[in-house]
């Protein structure tokens, strides 16, 4: 469910805050005042797609908020979690920010995140319907994924089994083709792989050379300096000519404090100090010494480093750029490669696996298609219905189904066909339905479809285009039911449609030294009786409008 959003500088709406609760609100106001951008603020906040356009002249960006409570809803949670959201809540604030130079910045509970990942939420939040749907219904391309939505778990997991055989086919078939019809790459294709398997094995590289190797030739390509520091150090620690190294010098101190020990308690505890700078000193010495003794210049070695660095210097540029990418590089080279030479000695056997891929498509495309029509009975069931409550009761409504190839979709084409009065035979839904048809159409897939969806939040964008009487009460009393499982948020110039809803807000539009501004307030009782009686009888409002409004609202 939408808690609140927030809108600040996004067209000519300087900053508003609208509260939303369960249940039906309506958006009202006149042609121009700010409605529709609100909608269209909401989109973008679901991750539509955004233009510096919509941010208020003279400011740097505009700014849209929404906090959102969910509950029941496993699709979003397993959704957030694979996106890396941790210790979520079933509460989530989506925010949007469009700068003036284009750049847009998104962000979930805080977190930034790229538009993609905001538009995978914002679908299991909020469904917005308005022209784009009629559209949509008008284009068979999409009949087949509206038809699939109607599906439960127990059909997604038969499409998702008929997506899996289809994909195993068409890369053995492609395997297959590509071998009849390239025989001549495909050894080829074996033969470089062979020498880079090659290649890379005979370099027996170790993980580890990127570090030892350098460090290594560092060291000989300065072994005079360390030799000359090492002896240095040696002559300074113990130089048996010279009497005055530290070594003798630390041993005149330990003897001397030796002998006094026995006078005071401190010089023991110095004389035992010094005795172990003494030993300590005379180790390393000893050390230094054993380093001079081992030291020793090969430039054969040197060589060979050098020959080693080049040779993996090489094969970084070919496979790299780093040791560990060459290694991966190879197991992948011997997968291919088994996998290519596998086939290369197995060409009757790879014919036999695509004759049993192709016997497995088959069969689970019967399922597919068996399930999608039962889904079709059910859906057209439905609407029929659904068109009845609408004042269509003589309406039919088809799903058409045909043959065609195999696809990750299936193998049959689905388009939906109604037929508005009987005799005259069903056609295509684009070449029948009129406005006020297609938008009670769309109403009716819609109900439909709300019942299995499980989304917090659903908005009609003046659905009820080109209908009037009757049929706008029953649109009106359709929508309300909608609201009645969830939250339903509509733009509506029809009283009986108004009437219904649970809330009202009223959009309007002022300006002032060439600026415009749009703003939003909430209506009371008496408000929305003279709104509502304002669209019964226009700016002229009578006692009878008055009274017919009322009864509205009441009824």
């Known amino acids: 469910m939408l808690q609140e959003i927030s809108i600040k500088n996004f067209a000519i709406i300087e900053e508003i805050h609208l509260p939303f609760e369960n249940g039906m609100t309506i958006l009202t106001g006149e042609t121009g ?66 700068f003036a130079n284009g750049r847009s910045v998104c962000r979930i509970n805080g977190q930034m995140v790229n538009l993609t990942t905001l538009r995978e939420v914002g679908e299991y939040l909020v469904d917005i319907h308005g022209q784009h749907d009629s559209q949509e219904l008008m284009n068979a391309k999409h009949h087949l994924h509206m038809l699939d ?9 038969i499409k998702a089994n008929y997506v ?14 590509k071998r009849e019809r390239n025989a001549q790459e495909f050894a080829q294709r074996i033969e470089i792989l062979k020498f880079q398997a090659e290649e890379i094995e005979a370099a027996n590289i170790q993980i580890e050379e990127d570090e030892l190797l350098p460090a290594r030739r560092e060291k000989l390509n300065n072994i005079k300096t360390i030799a000359d520091a090492l002896s240095t150090a040696y002559l300074a620690l113990d130089d048996e000519e010279n009497d005055i190294s530290s070594l003798n010098n630390v041993r005149i101190t330990m003897s001397e404090l030796d002998r006094i020990s026995e006078f005071d308690p401190v010089y023991q505890e110095l004389a035992d100090k010094t005795a172990e700078s003494y030993y300590l000193l005379e180790d390393i010495a000893s050390q230094i010494t054993h380093q001079l003794d081992n030291l020793e210049f090969n430039p054969t070695e040197l060589l060979q480093i050098e020959d080693r660095i080049m040779n993996l210097t090489t094969l970084k540029k070919k496979y790299g750029p780093t040791l560990s990418d060459i290694v991966h590089y190879q197991e992948k080279v011997q997968l291919e490669l ?19 891929a192709q016997g497995a498509l088959i069969d689970a495309s019967k399922v597919l298609n068996d399930e999608r029509h039962n889904l079709a009975e059910g859906l057209e069931k439905d609407i029929k219905k659904e068109l009845s409550e609408l004042y269509m009761e003589k309406a039919d409504f088809k799903v058409q189904f045909e043959s065609g190839k195999f696809s990750s979709n ?20 684009a070449k029948t339905a009129s406005g006020g048809e297609l938008s009670r159409l769309m109403l009716a897939i819609k109900s439909s479809f709300s019942r299995r969806e499980n989304k917090t939040s659903i908005v009609f964008d003046e659905v ?12 009106a009393q359709k929508i309300y039911k909608i609201a009645r499982s969830g939250q339903v948020l509509a733009i509506s110039h029809l009283p009986q449609v108004v009437a219904i809803a649970d809330t009202q807000f009223y959009i309007e539009k002022s300006s002032s030294d060439d600026v415009t501004t749009s703003t939003v307030r ?7 009786i003279e709104e509502i009686a304002k669209m019964l009888a226009g700016d002229n409002v009578t006692k009878e409008a008055l009274a017919q409004a009322e009864k509205l609202l009441d009824n």
């Open 33 to 98: 005042a700010g409605k529709s951008i609100i909608i269209d603020a909401m989109s973008l906040l679901l991750g539509g797609r955004a233009s510096s356009d919509f941010v208020r002249h003279g400011t740097d960006k505009a700014e849209i908020e929404g906090l959102f409570f969910f509950d029941h809803n496993p699709e979003l949670l397993s959704v957030l979690t694979e996106l890396g959201f941790e210790e979520i809540t079933n509460e989530l604030i989506l925010r949007r920010e469009i």
């Open 338 to 356: 088994a996998d290519l030479t596998g086939l290369e000695n197995e060409s009757d056997s790879l014919v036999e696996k695509v004759k049993l």
């Open 522 to 528: 909430k209506l009371t009782k008496e408000e929305r």
């Open 164 to 177: 899996e055989k289809f994909e195993r086919y068409k890369n053995l078939r492609f395997q297959l083709t």
């Open 149 to 157: 939505e109607f599906g439960n778990e127990n059909f997604e997991k």
């Open 464 to 475: 009820d285009t080109g209908v009037s009487g009757r049929v706008a009460q029953a649109i």
């Open 410 to 429: 299936g193998n049959e084409h689905v388009e939906f066909y109604i037929q508005t009065n009987p005799g005259e035979g069903f056609k295509p839904l």
